[in-house]
């Protein structure tokens, strides 16, 4: 079990250098294979009508002369380490994990992924934790009761739960139970160390939004699980112990269909950790997805890069983490 | 045989599907008692199975309907509360199935399974129950038992599962055991090991235990009663001996004469039952048997028309659902024993020729089959 999580961090170590790789060459192999010149990228950081000594400056700083292999070193370094950037008068320090500045304010970009984090952190696990409840419950009593009117009922919800996108329920959401009957006013975020009552208050609406399209999907998901696990051979002989029908379904058909769920779940929290973006745009949250948003706008590549890194560390991060908890919940997979 | 510690009388399940309503089992009456092994014997789809688990309760939550009468020592299970044949279920009768790899859950281990059964109906803690496990591992032979408690099933070979499988349906003791097809899914050699232990344990408990298999040398080792079922009725209801020594339905006929016997010349061809067993939801009318059977022409027509009842013909306690009379059966079946099949019986059945094996003369024993 111990080597088995070993090797899997080495493998999520790996997986990070290879998506940092592959970054790096999107963002600056392929614009140099088109014709852009270290001159050219260095003038995107200093902004409109630039004099030629400063962007040569900036080119001489950021050293965007040198071999692609040394710059993604020096890439790569900046992260792990941190990185003095030094163009013979000015000598300035990017301090560990550097992603390095962004065009638009030349601030360094971490700082600005750190402070949006909490946002996105509070929506993804707020809804994660109301749709793996509400999904798996509505899956298991839809599945119980296969053909009933709570069945059909709630099944026909899912499926408009899973076709509707966030940003028309999101809408009517706020239409409803902001404009018309105030009940959630003024959506907007408070961070959760000022005021506890208020940030849970203003993200009722965007949890409930969010888990609405992922519960559709999970209580779907579940159904089908229970259904398939309930008819397994070893229910029958819990059954056939004598154990109370709830023990049955909890402890015996639950506990296996639920695998798939534990899989899933762990994928769609990482990704949404990477920025929400469609519900933070609705809901108006600046969180990652908001700021991957600015960035794409104004093609602030130091920026597009570093929520890129982060959002593909929150996935590997969550991959890694399903498959430990795989092999806790399934015995047959541990090694 | 009343006050039998089981009675079945006349049980019927049957179930309403789209399809129209399937007679699993239709009109199935049998007893036994303490330290008696009854065999129930079929092809798939002859009710065996539908049988025992109705005696389990655990069609409960289906869309069965089930009538008749299931005593279990003067109660009746089919009128009873569900909550009541649950707490009956896994103690006072407890149940063993085909294929112990996925009739035991694989995320728990075997220990936890047995532990889990046995503190259903015992309040016990769960280091008295640990204990409990432990022990009845190593009475059913499994090696090692405090360690291998710990093990999950998939870490045991299909023999020591199944070993577990009973272990477990023994934790508290039942009355009843109930053995679905327990061999099928286990290795030859493994076979003969998990009958022995059965009949060693059966005779160590005192318990009464129900055999279902499709496998007649299974029964011939095990039982002391045979039930051969068809199409959801009884075809035959004896002791072994009786079953075995004189047989008396011609479905039983087949059933002997498609298996290998240690005790005839090998170059006996085996003779397969012509046809396929019938659908449930139209089951033949008459003896539902008939379309398959090589002696409706002894009968004068009354085999696709009138359901044969079992009546006792030659010995007490031996009974036999067929429209033949009593003196023709014995006529056929020395026929038959003497290793001729019916030449004079014409094909019913188009499909599926029947091979009239070699002549073997000789020895036919017609005592216990040696499998």
Not at chain 2, 333 to 339: D, M, R, T, V
């Amino acid at each position: 079990m111990i080597f088995f999580i070993i090797r899997r961090l080495f493998m999520t170590v790996f997986l990070l250098i290879l998506v940092s790789m592959i970054t790096f060459a999107i963002f600056f192999l392929v614009p140099r294979l088109a014709g852009q010149s270290a001159y050219q990228l260095a003038a995107q950081y200093v902004g409109r009508n630039p004099i030629p000594s400063e962007i040569k400056a900036v080119e001489a700083k950021l050293g965007l002369n040198a071999p692609l292999y040394l710059q993604y070193g020096r890439y790569l370094k900046g992260i792990v380490f941190g990185i003095h950037y030094n163009n013979g008068t000015d000598v300035s320090y990017c301090p560990f994990p550097c992603f390095g500045y962004s065009f638009r304010n030349q601030q360094p970009v971490w700082p600005q992924l750190i402070s949006d984090a909490p946002v996105t952190l509070s929506l993804a696990i707020g809804a994660s934790v109301l749709w793996l409840i509400g999904g798996v419950s509505i899956g298991v009593l839809s599945a119980l009761r296969r053909g009933s009117i709570f069945d059909r009922f709630s099944m026909g919800v899912a499926l408009a739960g899973v076709s509707l996108p966030v940003f028309f329920t999101g809408l009517i959401a706020l239409e409803l139970f902001s404009y018309k009957w105030p009940i959630f006013p003024n959506v907007h975020y408070v961070p959760l160390t000022t005021n506890p009552l208020l940030w849970a208050r203003n993200l009722v609406l965007p949890w409930v939004t969010l888990a609405f399209l992922y519960a559709a999907l999970y209580a779907r998901l579940t159904r089908a699980g229970m259904l398939e696990t309930m008819g397994e051979d070893y229910i029958r002989t819990a059954r056939a112990k004598g154990l109370p029908e709830r023990q049955v379904v909890v402890k015996h058909g639950l506990r296996a269909a639920l695998t798939p769920i534990v899989t899933i779940f762990g994928l769609d929290l990482g990704l949404l950790l990477g920025g929400a973006i469609l519900t933070e745009t609705t809901f108006s949250l600046p969180g990652l997805g908001q700021f991957t948003i600015l960035a794409i706008q104004n093609q602030d590549l130091p920026e597009i890069m570093g929520v890129v890194m982060i959002a593909s560390f929150f996935i590997v991060i969550a991959n890694m983490i399903v498959d430990i908890l795989y092999a806790v919940i399934d015995p047959r997979v541990r090694f | 045989m009343a006050g039998s510690m089981l009675e079945v009388r006349d049980l019927r399940i049957h179930f309403q599907t789209d399809d129209g309503l399937v007679r699993a089992v239709d009109g199935v009456s049998f007893s036994l008692d303490r330290g008696r092994t009854l065999g129930i014997v079929g092809e798939s789809g002859s009710g065996k199975s539908v049988t025992s688990m109705g005696i389990m309760g655990l069609h409960q939550g289906t869309k069965a309907e089930i009538t008749g009468e299931i005593r279990l020592d003067g109660e009746d299970l089919v009128t009873a509360d569900p909550g009541r044949v649950r707490e009956l279920r896994g103690s006072k009768m407890a149940m063993i199935f085909q294929d112990p790899l996925s009739s035991m859950h694989p995320y728990y281990t075997v220990g936890d399974q047995i532990i889990e059964a046995y503190r259903i109906h015992n309040d016990v803690r769960k280091k008295v129950a640990r204990q409990h496990a432990i022990d009845l591992l190593g009475r059913v032979g499994i090696p090692q038992p405090a360690v291998r408690v710990d093990d999950y099933p998939h870490q045991f070979s299909g023999g020591m599962r199944q070993r577990a499988m009973i272990a477990m349906a023994l934790s508290c003791d039942p009355e009843l055991l109930i053995a679905d097809e327990p061999t099928t899914a286990l290795d030859v050699t493994v076979q003969a090991q998990i009958l022995d232990l059965i009949s060693d344990l059966q005779s160590e408990f005192g318990s009464a235990v129900i055999i279902i298999t499709h496998d007649l040398g299974v029964v011939a080792e095990l039982a002391d009663d045979i039930l051969v079922m068809y199409a959801g009725r009884v075809a035959e209801y004896g002791s072994a001996a009786d079953i075995f020594g004189r047989p008396d339905h011609p479905y039983t006929w087949g059933l002997l004469a498609s298996m290998p016997r240690m005790d005839r010349d090998r170059t006996t061809r085996l003779v397969p039952i012509p046809g396929t067993p019938p659908s449930l939801i139209r089951v033949p009318s008459g003896c539902p048997f008939h379309p398959r059977c090589r002696y409706t022409h002894l009968t004068g027509g009354r085999c696709d028309t009138e359901v044969p009842q079992l009546h006792e013909a030659v010995t007490p306690g031996h009974a036999a659902a067929c429209h033949l009379t009593a003196e023709e059966r014995a006529r056929q079946w020395a026929a038959l024993s003497a290793g001729k099949v019916a030449d004079d019986a014409s094909e019913p059945v188009s499909q599926g020729p029947v091979s009239q094996g070699p002549v073997s003369q000789g020895s036919v024993s017609q005592g216990k089959v040696e499998a």
